[in-house]
């Protein structure tokens, strides 16, 4: 599904150069769900932003689904983000004058005029998240976990073949985390999606199928889930623990 | 439940755009704006009536100019600045787009489209509405003129090329920046477009001395060249020369850099201003920018206020000197009234006319030093028998006149002189020539008698007089003329007596008797006979000799070698005279002062955006609304008040410079012109105030900082 090999970016800053990414490779099979953690500065944003296309890096291979995503032009790469990609950021990015629904439904409609197939799949989405009662109303006045959720559910609009979520539950309480994850867990479920998230909190990691550590621009060890999540939340906070004591 | 569901994009669009009426609203006020007053400006220079006024290539028209530069200016840089706000607000939304997989030909286009919208409309209303403001505002000024006939506004259609060419330059650059906006690679600058700072290098204790020395530099070298290059190279100041007073942009960059950046800490509470500046600091590079092109529009904006009571007061405080109520000087070739005349005209206007006098004139050759510039750029000192026209009058006659008595040695001349004039006696004269027999007099010059209304008229003594005024036919002859009234029934039938007197003066003047006051009879005959051109021949006829139609215009009233001063007409017409001056060099103000407070709104506004998380994260620190309040206002009063306060500055001490270097003193009537310029900076500032007090409150609630809790005395 998602191929990245040898990924290297850099960030200039005056005179300085500072190399973020120092050849990551991964991949994440379909229906996998697939978390990125590592502490602040390790490159995990980064190389979702890069897989995003958001921005441009260095050297390196992105395929999605066999497509390379290297050499595609600005509007090819919009259609990949728009078609292949879904995308749920930690402060949401709702418009603020468009209702939840129609929020949902933006991405549909940047692909093309929006169907009653698309305003179904959208009802579809409001029904199974848990949202459908605020439907109507403007990102200002719902809750924080309503939000991400109204952006999980935007993220699936086009049935994308990948998922990614930056921090999704950074802004989040614990509650509204908890159904933000079940809602990731209920898109691989229902419409066997395939999600690639970047989190600092092990608990949400802890839900994942394999979770990717990175360190310094590298990936520092992989660790897969082997069905007891307490058990795999213990495995990831001393495998962190670890990496810290190494760093002391 | 079923809603009205939205499609398309462009239905997006326009939900957006309902939702963001703000963002939209400043943008197409600015245009608005902008366009109101560069078409209205336009319009109104470009109006017969201005172009009538100010003479083609001369000194005030070219002040006009420079301001209406400056105005222009300062009109496309705000509305670049409302553009690239816009794009500030827009660009979590573009953002949004970009990130869920909008392509950026299908956002160019939308993003033009509502760009167009927002720029073009409101620009073609205000180009409409631009030269209704300014018959507008003229027709009020025209409710409070003497003579409304002669004061009627005309347009031409060369303002619209000026308009078009401005919106075309707006459009032009606010697209390019729209391109610029979209064309990015990285996706996430679009999205954190708002959260972008600017940071700037760090400012050193050297900026505000070298600001201040390029400052002086640049006013001094600029000013003063052209004295240098005659002085030292005997050259006239070529035109690049101009360009010396270009230290003195970089010297208010660097003190503006350096009052932003570094400013005045305290050592008390060295930390006290930290947030504040460091703000500033990290949207230095586009504040300090801004401040720039506020401070030269301030001073722009002052440039065009002083100019009036710079002058007004001059010529006011000038008339109220004048020794006499009524003074002309009378041409003996052309029927002109007599006192006979005189006192019945007074009478019909219930009038009585008090301390008449009169005494002959005559008009001579004088000669002197003439200055021309060879093909080099090179100036030439000629010497010329004549040189320029000499009103002479005798001893006795000044007697009669002033009531004076004199003592002129023969072969020695006296000059009438105004005090408050810039120019000085003519003391060079050694040769005066009566033009219809050649007979010459050898003089040398005595002493200066001031006198405001004989000012320009030369005293010879008795005999000297009768002699070099032998054989001078009528066209060479004048009667002066002076005379009080008592006027018991008050000042309008004074005022009415002296346009009767006017009229008829004009009336029966032609010929000779209507020529400009530079065009010498002495020097026009003195070429002829040395086969030469005389220079003022070249001049176009209109400017050198008046027709009676020309006799309503400014310039006539301003360049007839004949004028009567009459106090009370002078008095009345100043006004008149001046509403014209006064129109065009408020218009220049307010287009700048308006560009002043469009600026400062919208740098105050991307301020408000830029930091918004910022005081977020202030306020989970626990800071205070006092002391976020207190953050937010440091910041505006730099933004409003520095430029403010240096652009007044600045113009004060050139407009100081100026009065001094003219004749090395300032004199009353200057004096009087700056404290009015004084008083009028007193009013600018307070608006600026006021406009600062509005935005500050706009800007508290964009960053949920309730003002009204703060408590009055530390707002």
Redo the contacts between chains.
Sequence with gaps: MLYVSNLHKSYRSGSRTYEVLKGVSLNVDKGEFVAVMGPSGSGKSTLL?CI?????YESGLITLSGEKLSGLS??EL??????K?G?V?QDF?L?????V??NI???R???G??TSDG?RNADRLLKLFGIEAI??KYPAEISGGEKQRTAVA?ALINNPLLILADEPTGNLDSRSSRAVIDSFLEARHALDATIFMVTHDSFSASFCDRVIILKDGTVYRTLENQGNRPDFQDRLLDTIKEMSGEDI | MKTTSIRTMKQVFSKLRRHAKTDYRLLILCNLIANLLVSAFSFLIWSSTVQETFPPGGDSMKQVMMVFCIAIFGCLVFTVYAAMLFFRCKSREIGVFMALGAGKRSLAGQLFRELFASMAFPALTGIILGPLFTLGIWQIFRLFLPDKEGTVLSFTPYSLIICAAFLAASLLLCFLFAVRFLSRTNILDVVNEQRKSEPIRDVRSWYLPAGIFLIVFGAVAGYGHPYFFETFFGIFAPAWTNLLYLPIFPGIYLIILFLVIRGKGSRKHPYRKIISRSMLKFQGRQTVNNMLIMTLLVAGACFAMFYVPITASGNLLATNAWEKDFSMRLRADQDMPDFEEIGQLAGEYRLTVKDPAETPLSVLGKDGTGQDIDENGKYIYYYQEVIADCTVISASGYETLTGEHIDIPRGTYDECVDRDSPYGPDTETTLLTNMVTGETLDVRFGTVHYSHTLSGLTVLNDEDFARISEGLDSSWQETYVQFNVDAPYGDEDEYRFSQALWNRIVSASSGAGMDSSFYSWAVKIYCDEQGETYWADNEPVSSVHFTQEDSDTFQFWSLWKYKPYFRIMEQNNLFMNMAILFLTFLFMAIVCYTAVLIISYTRSLTLALSNRQVYEDLTRLGAGIEFRFRSVREQLSKIFFLPTILGMTAITLFFLMILFANDGRISLSEGTGVVVCVLIMMVFGAGIFLFYRRTLKVVCRMLGINAKSVPEKKQ
């Design positions: 932003n995003s296309c958001y921005i441009p600005g509007e919009a259609k990949v983000r728009n078609e990609l995308f950021f990015m418009l603020d004058g468009l209702t629904r129609e439904l933006l991405p409609i940047i692909h005029e929006v305003e439907r109507d935007r």
